[in-house]
């Protein structure tokens, strides 16, 4: 019973996190573009008159999507339309389970692992959920009935289904580097040393594979030099019909996967919670000095850290997101199939002649 | 496995949840121009989908060769460092086949979209 309680509270954590910082993520969006464009941003939503640099907003903003009008238009395929952005956001919530927040936490005589679901397979998990998500958009597009949508719908599941493809293979070489597909291996198989001061984590082992990965990753968020699906400038997007919190789920789903491709790319590129040079009982560093630290400080230490590379990352995407002009539809077609695929086929190659002499 | 029914349940909770709360909490009004489809400002075009373009079935049909190469790559990429350079041998004769189509398919134009 109390493992099932256990259970129970790592998942509201995660899930509090998520959406805390899926709602906050919108603010940090407003105010980073804000910053950008020399503008002042999102400052007017206040409590009782105190408004701490438009920090209520996101609280605002949520508010006011659930007090909205649940509309699902007459010639829409009702159950498919509700269907849509459930899908949508379960395939992507569900992923935050399976990302080790931090190594192991010892509290009375109990062992707690920091992450709910400990598989043997847990990048296929990440894998396999994150294409489900696809589903979301087709059946958005094509239910809601309307040409703009489907074909924002087609839009988005051809480039979605062609940077999966880049995204698979630059995951090849990885493998063989750390050879598991547990995620909490891969994590500690990068808390070794290279050369005996550099952290064997995945980007300096697998810089190509890191980069393809990136790159494949920013075009599923669907974000902007990605956003042919949603491209508000002249189709509007696959939830054109859609109003209320059932839009919102779409675009909580937008933001919760620049966090979860944040997540998932430092657990395997830029290894996790691992704090450079920190083993379980402190500081080891390459010349010599050590620090030792009790066991909860190094704790509060990796998720710190966990949380401070997806913060970084979550920071980049925006910073692209708003720095770079939208793709066409050609040139999004041949980033993926013409040069990252060619790309992570040559990167696998080189991995395996490396690693074998 | 009781986690990941945990995780499923949990979160199945909380989607439908959201989904259905502005059924529970929002307003509920009507009018025949709410009725109709988006049509960016234009009025009402057409009663049901029209075609769209076969290069997204083209793309389709790709992704499902490569990614279940991709599914070959993940197992073989696991082993590796106990097969060594017979698994590499082999992996690259059956990569040589996965690059020759890939370049048949390249050549053929399916990458090619209209500018």
Not at chain 1, 202 to 222: D, R, S, W
Request: aromatic letters at 16%.
């Amino acid at each position: 019973m109390s493992e099932v309680l256990i259970v129970l509270i790592k998942i509201i954590c995660a899930l509090v996190w998520l959406l805390a910082l899926t709602l906050y993520l919108t603010w940090v969006e407003r105010k980073e573009s804000a910053v950008i464009q020399d503008r002042i941003g999102a400052n007017r939503a206040d409590i009782l008159g105190i408004r701490i640099i438009g920090l209520f907003q996101p609280i605002a903003d949520a508010i006011k999507f659930v007090f909205k009008e649940d509309f699902t238009p007459r010639f829409s395929k009702k159950y498919l339309h509700t269907l849509a952005p459930f899908i949508s956001f379960f395939f992507v919530a569900v992923t935050i389970s399976a990302i080790p927040f931090g190594d192991v936490l010892r509290i009375g005589g109990r062992e707690i692992k920091l992450l709910i679901l400990d598989f043997n397979v847990g990048l296929l998990f990440v894998l396999a959920m994150l294409s489900l998500g696809i589903y979301g958009i087709i059946l958005g597009g094509w239910a809601s009935n309307n040409r703009y949508t489907l074909l924002g719908g087609m839009r988005g599941a051809a480039q979605l289904v062609s940077y999966e493809v880049a995204l698979g293979l630059s995951l090849v070489g990885l493998i063989m580097v750390y050879p598991s597909l547990n995620l909490s291996s891969i994590v500690h198989a990068q808390g070794e040393l290279l050369f005996g001061w550099l952290p064997k984590w995945g980007v300096f082992l697998q810089p190509l594979g890191c980069l393809i990965f990136f790159f494949a990753a920013l075009a599923e968020t669907k974000r902007v030099p990605f956003d042919l699906p949603e491209g508000e400038n002249e189709i509007v997007g696959f939830f054109t019909e859609y109003s209320g919190l059932k839009w919102g789920l779409f675009m909580m789903t937008d933001f919760m996967e620049v966090l979860i491709i944040s997540t998932l790319l430092i657990t395997l590129f830029f290894g996790g919670w691992q704090v450079p040079w920190m083993s379980a009982d402190g500081f080891h560093f390459p010349w010599g000095a050590q620090v030792l630290l009790p066991h909860g400080i190094v704790v509060l230490f990796q998720v710190l850290a966990f949380n401070l590379k997806v913060f970084f990352f979550c920071w980049l995407q925006i910073l692209i997101r708003w720095t770079y002009p939208r793709f066409r539809y050609d040139q999004v077609m041949d980033l993926g199939w013409k040069l990252l695929i060619p790309l992570s086929l040559a990167n696998i190659i080189g991995t395996g002649i490396i690693m074998s002499i | 496995m009781i986690e990941l029914f945990l995780v499923f349940l949990v979160f199945g909770t909380l989607g439908i949840l959201l989904v259905s709360m502005n059924k529970l909490l929002g307003p509920k009004r009507s009018n025949p121009t709410k009725e109709t489809p988006f049509e960016c400002g234009s009025p009402y075009l057409q009663d049901e989908i029209k075609p769209f373009p076969v290069k997204y079935c083209l793309v389709a049909f790709l992704f499902l060769l490569f990614d279940i190469e991709v599914v070959f790559f993940f197992p073989w990429a696991l082993v590796f460092k106990e097969i060594g350079m017979t698994g590499l041998i082999i992996m690259f004769a059956y990569m040589f086949v996965l690059i020759v189509g890939f370049i048949y398919a390249w050549k053929k134009g399916a990458f090619e979209w209209e500018k």
